[in-house]
């Protein structure tokens, strides 16, 4: 099979190109033959000129419409399939595609179907569904989600195109979501369910040598460091614990405050990959991810359970989907600090509840989100995309 893959990069390397390449890796290896369609925000980067570029071109840019028609004709796909069309790439491709006529799915790693940036946080870091319902786009503008005026109407107004003309909704056949939390906010803002199909994240490579070491010595956050993924409420417990060890692994935000009164049981100990993750995550005793936004498909999550640590999570988006509240770990309300403080107490405390969490934890990692079984679903998606683009025709 040959697969166009469409994405506009991002200025700087995140999760999406990183799934992305992930997804064309396996088809790989599964011998199907993968092109990249791609632009790249690094194009305009820091540049007054850009960012007015940026502004016009994401709303509609009929030159990206134009090179994939000779992309098309040149390669001829067997399916297509879309991720990020901003800010160079837009909406105009899908009536380029629909002419074409080969099946397309769109992998929707976040809402930005719905929400202009995406995230579903307002600039305040909080939860907001406005733009989901009366007065749509312009909440995006009114609460300036973005930081910036300029870019939250550029946000603003692409979506409010892409929503009036339908092209999105009119040329995807299947949008990939990630859990079935996703799923339902989509279905609720009128995508009917047999144009949805569920694909979790690839599970990361961990190692097999180490898997029964035993249970570490400390409580450890990996992610951004940033309010939205809880680091505050991480930071409370520490401080209503102070007889246990927490450490934090990852880049910080630049809206990321040091607080004053740091607990010293609180570590700082930056960004960590691959191997030097693992080894960390094996000197850990609970993982905690106290997110209080809509993640996506946290990997942070599915690596713990792969290296057999329980772990702590907010029973808010894709994370009340992966964790089985006290089976393979704990889920707590978003923000609440006092509940999250009592979960890292009772598993602390219990070092073999935490060892059959993790168990438990390894066998559901490796039934759901092995590189075969996501393989098996991505083909159950392409065929359910063939069937919707025949009965479209």
Known sequence: MKILYIHNDYARPSGEEHASGEIANLLV?????????KRSSAEIEGSILGQIKAFFAGVYNPSS????????????????????????ISTSIFKTLRRYGAPVVMRCPNYRLFC??????????????KCWGRGREFW?????????FFKSLGYAVRNAYARITGDIRNGVDVFIVQSEFQKRKFESQGVPAHRIGILPGIAPVVSDVAHDVAMGDYVTFVGRVSAEKGIYEFIDAARALPHIPFK?????????KMPHDLPSNVEFVGFYKGDALNEL????????VPSKWYEGFPNVIVRAML?????????IGAMQSIIDHEKNGLLVPPADSKALTEAVNKLWGDVALCTAMGIDGKAKADALYSREEIYKSLMGIYEQALVNSRKSK
């Open 29 to 37: 290896e599964h011998g199907h033959e993968v092109r990249w369609f």
């Open 140 to 148: 995006c503008v009114r609460k300036n989600c973005v930081n910036s």
């Open 248 to 256: 934090v692994a990852g880049n910080l935000d630049a809206s990321f």
């Open 116 to 129: 202009p940036n995406g995230l579903c946080l307002d600039s305040r870091g909080e939860v907001c569904e």
């Open 307 to 315: 290296l057999k640590r329980p772990v702590i999570t907010t029973n």
């Open 281 to 288: 995550y094996l000197r850990s005793r609970i993982i905690v």
């Open 65 to 88: 419409a134009k090179a994939l028609h000779k992309v098309l004709r040149e390669y001829q796909p067997d399916i297509v399939q879309v991720q990020n069309l901003y800010p160079l």
